[in-house]
């Protein structure tokens, strides 16, 4: 076991196959309303104000005693910045995208960076830097092929993933989407690094197995990826992807893409992925809703047995829910720190 690390270096120490003292406890979306409401965040105020966002953010770390700082709140920043409807939800539901667009000419994202809710996550990466220099500081990012299914919409997204793998015409159309999409990802990255992220975190929900074929995501998503994830490692950051649903079969395309680890949810088997992944490692699999209604037995159970399938870190599944309570956050770090001190 290494000596004591802050948060931020056993979070780095971790993603460098390198000893840590314990193994760092992460999560996606953190939009937690006991916490915003303890740190005197309003409803939809906290989406827009920096200063609000990190408070309630920071709380993860430091009444939780997780290592990273998430920011933004949900899913949506992208597509609104794009000028895409959202339903901003209510304090205990994450905002959601209602829109698309028809055609990929109709996408401008020329002025993407002097959107409000864009400029609140570059924002508040400074702040949170500022605030909690000795955690890790993760911004919570859209993926390309998710970001292109915003675009064109989920269900257009299914069909033409379907049909493009058989006709050329329609993989064209797709090809269209998704170099928008990564045209995005790559302003949106730039901005995130320059702002002092110390790793990107991309969700591909809708890359998921559950939603398209595996041959998909192989042909389209994980050259995509990769791009993105070179773009990133060229600016000298890292960065962590995560799909949801079973993704065993597709955890060697994840591996290729070069994300220096790969979240999964709790319907993977952790010892399959750790073995399919090979050096990437693995961080994961606690279900979240334990976070709202778990007993303390049932959370260090989950916890212990991710750990003991080769998980480098524990994570849950896809972010942390909002009706999570500190305490079961707590028995959870609890559970992760117990295990270190048996095992490592």
């Known amino acids: 076991m290494a000596t004591e690390m802050t948060s931020r270096e056993r979070f780095l120490a971790m993603l460098n196959n390198k000893p840590v003292d314990r193994v760092p406890v ?33 709380m993860m770390y430091t009444d939780a005693g997780l290592d990273t700082v998430v920011v933004p709140f949900g899913m949506f920043v992208e597509s609104i910045a794009l000028g895409l409807d959202v339903k901003m939800g209510r304090i205990d539901i994450q905002p ?7 055609k990929p000419e109709e996408v401008n994202y020329e ?40 675009l064109m919409g989920a269900e257009n997204l299914s069909m033409l993933s379907i049909k493009c793998l058989q006709k050329e015409k329609q993989m064209e159309k797709m090809e269209e989407w998704i170099s928008i999409a990564l045209e ?16 990107l975190y991309y969700s591909d929900a809708s890359a998921s197995p559950n939603l398209v074929m595996p041959e998909f995501y192989y042909k389209v998503g994980v050259p995509v990826e990769k791009e993105l994830g070179d773009f990133i490692h060229n600016m000298g950051c890292p960065w962590e992807l995560h799909i949801c649903g079973d993704t065993v079969p597709i955890i060697e395309g994840m591996a290729a893409t070069g994300a220096d680890c790969l979240s999964v949810e709790q319907a993977v088997d952790m010892k399959k992925a750790v073995e399919i992944a090979g050096n990437v490692p693995i961080v994961g699999n606690v279900t979240p809703l334990l976070m ?23 994570m849950l599944g896809c972010g942390t829910p909002p009706l999570a309570t500190s305490d079961r956050l707590k028995t959870w770090v609890k559970a992760a ?7 490592l």
């Open 111 to 150: 002025n993407f960076l002097e959107n409000p809710y864009v400029k609140t996550t570059i924002d508040a990466i400074k702040l949170a830097k500022e605030k909690y220099p000795d955690a890790a500081i993760v911004p919570f990012l859209v993926a390309p092929v998710t970001l292109a299914g915003d």
């Open 96 to 102: 959601s995208v209602r829109s698309f667009f028809k």
């Open 337 to 343: 720190a117990d295990w270190s001190a048996e095992k």
């Open 292 to 314: 709202v209604e778990g007993t303390e037995e049932q959370i260090i159970c989950e916890t212990r047995k991710g750990l003991d399938g080769g998980a480098k870190a524990s």
């Open 26 to 58: 992460l999560t996606g979306s953190t939009m937690v309303v006991e916490y915003i409401e303890k740190s005197g965040g309003k409803w939809p105020e906290y989406h827009s104000n920096p200063e609000m966002m990190v408070n309630a953010a920071g």
């Open 184 to 199: 995005i990802n790559k302003i949106y990255a730039q901005a995130c690094v320059e702002a002092g992220a110390d790793l």
